[in-house]
């Protein structure tokens, strides 16, 4: 019955949508866009820019992945991800409310919701590292053949061809620039400083525009560039530390979830007192809550480690 009547909820929302001619992308959009609102006073303007008070988690999260998502050039995918997280929510409730267990519906409706967020967090983490690996090899041999030549423009047009995909783009760009658009080396190293989103890069690009007002400055180059190196040999130790971590989390997760369909093979009586009476019902709901929690700590606590000056 509670099936059916879920369907019938879910027909009648889908007609709404039709008669207000409304589709789900733009009411989706409408709701994060209401949700990432700039603080409707001044006093709590105030109070966010000197971190008297902090935002809500979710506008938080929301926030993190904007600045994810333009960092790794997938802005126009915030729309699908925002897409993504209500259909999330509906499944989460829908599943609770097939399970029969109010005390459920809001803990798997707001868990649920968070999963395509916490897989863009993941995601980039690998785009950074990647980044981060490309960027220590062409930083090297581009450092290499400046200080042959003390030339910038030279020393990354002659090394093109050795540089791949994102950081290619980037210095492609950056020769086009001087080439074509502006001359000023200076002014197009400032943009080029804003292309990529590493503090190392950035720190690299503000030693080159120091560079080309004095030449003796050219030594400074090469300590910044090890530091790439640094942090990929710290990186490499902490995915040693954290993987036996995370592979004990994941398996305690799934056999938390697992013994439930175990208990109704071992002991009926105690598998109904778990999923249909209120206090079972209440242990669930603490169970998800913790797994939903402790997932979103794993998941901010081992993201790779970055340079920060």
């Known amino acids: ?3 059916i009547l879920l369907v019938a909820c879910i027909g009648m929302i889908a007609g709404f949508f039709i008669l207000l001619n409304l589709s789900p992308m733009e009411f989706t959009n409408t709701i994060f866009a209401k949700l990432t609102d700039k603080p409707r006073s001044l006093r709590d303007e105030i109070n966010e820019s000197t971190r008297r008070k902090k935002k809500s988690y979710l506008r938080r999260e929301i926030a993190e992945v904007q600045s994810i998502l333009k960092v790794t050039g997938r802005t126009a995918k915030f729309p699908m991800i925002c897409g993504a997280a209500l259909l999330f929510f509906c499944i989460g409730a829908s599943i609770a ?36 690996a490309e960027l220590e090899t062409a930083l090297s041999i581009i450092t ?16 093109i061809p050795y540089l791949n995909q994102p950081v290619l783009n980037v210095f492609r760009g950056f020769v086009s620039s001087v080439k074509l658009i502006n001359p000023d080396v200076t ?5 080029l400083k804003e292309q990529i989103d590493n503090a190392v890069f950035q720190e690299w690009c503000d030693a080159i525009i120091a560079c080309q007002h004095d030449r003796s400055l050219k030594t400074t180059l090469t ?8 942090m990929r040999v710290v990186n490499g130790e902490l995915e040693n530390m954290v993987f036996e971590p995370r592979k004990e989390f994941i398996i305690m997760q799934l056999l938390v979830v697992g013994n439930i ?7 009926k009586d105690w598998y109904h007192t778990l999923m249909h009476t209120p206090l079972g019902q209440v242990i669930l709901t603490i169970c998800a809550a913790v797994i939903f929690i402790s997932t979103a700590f794993v998941i901010k606590l081992t993201q790779p480690i970055e340079y920060r000056r």
């Open 223 to 230: 300590p910044i560039v090890t530091k790439l190196s640094d």
């Open 261 to 267: 369909p175990l208990l109704y093979f071992l002991n």
């Open 144 to 159: 290499t053949a400046y200080l042959r030549n003390e030339d910038i423009l030279t020393a990354v047009e002659e090394n």
């Open 97 to 132: 409310i097939m399970m029969g267990n109010i005390f459920l519906v809001p803990v798997m409706a707001v868990g649920c919701m968070f999963l395509p967020l916490w897989w863009v967090k993941l995601t980039a983490g690998h785009f950074k590292k990647d980044i981060a």
């Open 187 to 191: 002014a197009v190293l400032l943009d």
């Open 1 to 3: 019955m509670i099936t």
